[in-house]
């Protein structure tokens, strides 16, 4: 079978599905293709930032999330393990109505925009179709091949979308040049019954040690903790045990609720990693999403920022198929609008890692100072929220601020909250 759209998008994950449901919206013909047999299922713990819920919004699908399975959250705090609390952020310091953050149950929101991508371009999303190459004309891609239910198919069109993650096929078969890194450290995720009371999110910061506690819907709490890369393995072996008991040492208030974590079944481990690629457009393709610059979560803003990609390529799409043009130069426009934000979240998600996740005591002493001082600075701790919630284009910190943080000496305009960064 060979067929022909104006867009073909590899991947319905964050990225791929909001692009493809963005362009069926302004009548684009659209092919969405997804490896996967149907939406996605199992564990999974997802936080809206206040940037992804506008996007949402402006889809009006904000509002169609079942809203037994979302829990606003206000409040995060910081405390150090065993010790005093850190530092607190409340989101209500931004304007409303996106003034919180939003916890959903496993792929509720992802979940919604399949739907609405199915009913807006009924046959537009193919589940168990796998991408396996790009076709070219000279340097040009004009489509994809693509294994569809164990068939191959050509699919030709004039844009390539990879947006099938940190993985990417489609970015291996452009042969762009990408530095992927893993990081020693992944991510234990559960979503555990919680019969005691959790309203306000808590972060638990060691050495070398991070639980966070996250109130979900259905008087659940999201957890996820940090561990060594390598010691699923030694982890699994020792049974669930010895983590009951070093969450409730952290936390007693949620021993009950940690006392049901029983069988591994309620949990996954997610690895981290973060995705470089050298360009994110060529003549007729273009990468989105981690499939161009995945990040540490830390950030918070890995699904968000391919979310952001998608709203912007699917403004800039018009005119290329207006112009018929789909050269690189052209789709650098795109690059060029979300390539320095993106890259400023990953530095700074990279020095969130570094001092976040350490073991050494010298620098988890630096990182309580730090917090602590945000803590009492009305400005700084403004910057930081405003940079996880996915609204500042600049770094949160310069360099005076950076010395500033580390409370050597007062900040005069410490009462002071920035007039930017609302939107
Ligand atoms: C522990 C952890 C916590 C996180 N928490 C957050 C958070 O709170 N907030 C946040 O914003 N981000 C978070 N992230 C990051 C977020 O999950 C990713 O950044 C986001 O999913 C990237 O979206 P994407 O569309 O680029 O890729 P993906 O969502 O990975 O989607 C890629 C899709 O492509 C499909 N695919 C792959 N290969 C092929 C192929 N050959 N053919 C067809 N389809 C294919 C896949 O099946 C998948 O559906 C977290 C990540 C981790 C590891």
Redesign the pocket.
């Known amino acids: 079978m060979d067929i022909h759209v104006d867009v073909v998008v ?7 599905a909001i692009l493809g449901l963005l362009l069926a919206k302004k009548g684009i013909r659209t092919l969405v ?4 047999s149907g939406p ?1 299922h199992g564990i999974r ?3 809206l ?1 206040p940037n ?1 819920q506008k996007i949402l919004d402006d889809l009006s699908l904000l509002d169609q999330l079942p809203q037994n399975a979302v829990q606003p959250v206000r409040h995060f705090h910081f405390r150090q393990i065993g010790g005093k609390r850190l530092c607190s952020i409340d989101y209500a310091e931004l304007s409303p109505p996106y003034n919180r953050a939003l916890v959903t149950l496993p792929h509720v929101a992802h979940r919604t925009v399949l739907e609405a991508l199915e009913k807006q371009n009924p046959g537009g999303l193919w589940y168990n ?4 190459n790009v076709l070219k004309k000279g340097r040009k891609i004009i489509g994809v091949e ?1 294994d569809v239910q164990g068939k191959p198919v050509r699919i030709s069109a004039n844009l390539v979308v990879g ?7 489609v970015r291996e078969s452009l042969k762009i040049p990408t530095k992927l890194y893993r990081y020693p450290e992944s ?1 234990l ?1 559960a979503i555990l019954d919680c019969p005691e009371k959790l309203d306000e999110a808590q972060y638990f910061l060691g050495k070398k040690e991070i639980l966070g506690l996250f109130p979900a819907a259905k008087g659940k709490i999201y957890l ?1 903790y940090l561990i060594d890369a390598e010691s699923q393995n030694a982890i699994h072996a020792a049974g669930v045990e010895p983590l009951q008991k070093r969450w409730s040492a952290m936390y007693p208030e949620l021993s009950a609720t940690f006392q049901g974590f029983t069988n591994w079944e309620q949990s996954t481990v ?3 990693g973060r995705t470089r690629a050298r360009t994110w457009v060529t003549d007729g393709a273009v990468l ?4 161009a610059h ?2 540490n ?1 830390h950030a ?7 979310m952001v990609d998608a709203t912007v390529l699917a403004d800039l799409i018009p005119s290329c198929l207006a112009e018929d043009n789909f050269e690189e130069s052209r789709l650098k426009v795109y690059e060029k609008q979300r390539r320095p934000k993106v890259e400023m979240l990953q530095r700074l998600a990279d020095e969130e890692a570094f001092f976040w996740n350490t073991g050494n005591p010298v620098l988890a002493w630096l990182r309580n100072r730090v917090f602590s001082t945000i803590d009492e600075n009305r400005r700084l701790k403004y910057q930081v929220l405003t940079a996880t919630a996915g609204l500042r284009e600049t770094p949160p910190f310069g360099l005076l601020d950076r010395f500033l943080a580390l409370g050597l000496v007062p900040d005069p305009r410490a009462d002071q909250r920035p007039p930017h960064a609302l939107s």
């Not at 947006?163 to 096929?169: L, R, T």
């Not at 918070?300 to 391919?306: K, L, V």
């Open positions: 590899i991947g319905a994950g964050g990225g791929g293709l997804e490896q996967a996605p713990g997802e936080i930032q992804g179709a796998s991408f396996t693509a947006a099938d993650g940190p993985a990417s096929k991510y995720v996820v997610m690895p981290t989105i999403g981690d499939a995945g990040m979560p918070s803003q890995g699904r968000m920022q391919a």
